[in-house]
């Protein structure tokens, strides 16, 4: 007797049938705000900078620090690039977010950066922690 599950119906359909639409992807993308589109972006980078900061359930299990600090100057570039296109409405709790995060980073650092040196403060200016 085998391990392998019986192929379904779905697998069985032509590659074509399987292939994304990606006609139906750019109208989907078509409708989505600017903003929208941004503040997502910048929720993952966050997300995914907390989780290299080790800041998650599961903790150091993906502690990365040089991970971490690419991807809070990746945040910090996109909203300083960004300040003045999305609100303040929007802009003030990821700001919060950033700085969080590069307080975290400080403090899991070994050799803390010099103010002004940590991940993103070329943007944000000096965090001090």
């Known amino acids: ?4 599950p019986p192929a379904s119906a779905e ?12 006609d139906e992807m ?3 993308i078509a409708e989505v705000p600017a903003v929208e589109v941004i503040v997502t972006v910048a929720v993952n980078l966050m997300s995914a ?16 620090l040089d991970e971490a600090r690419k991807l809070v100057t990746a945040l910090a570039g996109l909203l300083d690039a960004s300040a003045t ?3 303040s409405f929007h802009a003030a709790p990821l700001r919060d977010g950033l700085k969080s995060l590069q307080l ?3 403090e899991a650092s070994i050799v803390p950066d010099e103010p002004g040196q940590g991940p993103g403060e070329k943007y944000t200016g000096p965090i001090y922690g």
């Open 104 to 106: 975290a980073f400080r």
């Open 11 to 22: 697998s069985a359909e032509s590659p074509e049938s399987a292939a994304p639409d990606f």
């Open 85 to 87: 296109e999305i609100s």
């Open 1 to 4: 007797m085998s391990d392998t």
């Open 49 to 64: 900078a907390a989780v290299k900061l080790g800041l998650t359930e599961e903790g150091d299990k993906y502690k990365d």
């Open 26 to 28: 750019t109208r989907d």
